[in-house]
């Protein structure tokens, strides 16, 4: 069983940046494909950045592509996304999530928030 728990939330100003993690117990962590998503308030689920295990080529929303970077440190069990010059539309929960299924991902964390004030 992989259990995801984000971090590195917060607070911040437009332009501001910030770095979350996600770490997740159990070896198998790092034979996952992950990724990033999050949820505004009123709005529904919507996918951020992906790291694929294979390859390790990445994928991002269009919405953060050229701002965020997902990256992963195997040793540590730990996925993070950078994220530079945030914007007031970027606040949300942000979740991680592991092991891509045919019916979406098999993990996830519980998310944390994330709010730019202008």
């Known amino acids: 069983q992989v259990q995801p728990v984000e971090s590195g939330g917060g607070l911040v100003q437009a332009g501001d940046s910030l770095r979350l993690s996600c770490a997740a117990s159990?070896?198998?962590?790092?034979?996952?494909?992950v990724a990033w998503f999050r949820q505004a308030r009123g709005k529904e689920r919507e996918f951020v950045a992906r790291?694929?295990?294979?390859?390790?080529?990445?994928d991002y929303a269009d919405s953060v592509k050229g701002r965020f970077t997902i990256s992963r440190d195997n040793a540590k069990s730990t996925v993070y996304l950078q994220m530079n010059s945030l914007k007031p539309e970027d606040t949300a929960i942000y979740y991680c999530?592991?092991?891509?299924?045919?019916?979406?991902?098999?993990?996830w964390g519980q998310g944390t928030q994330v709010t730019v004030s202008s």
């Open positions: 999530a592991a092991a891509i299924t045919s019916s979406g991902y098999k993990y």
């Open positions: 790291l694929r295990v294979i390859g390790g080529s990445t």
């Open positions: 159990g070896r198998t962590f790092s034979t996952y494909t």
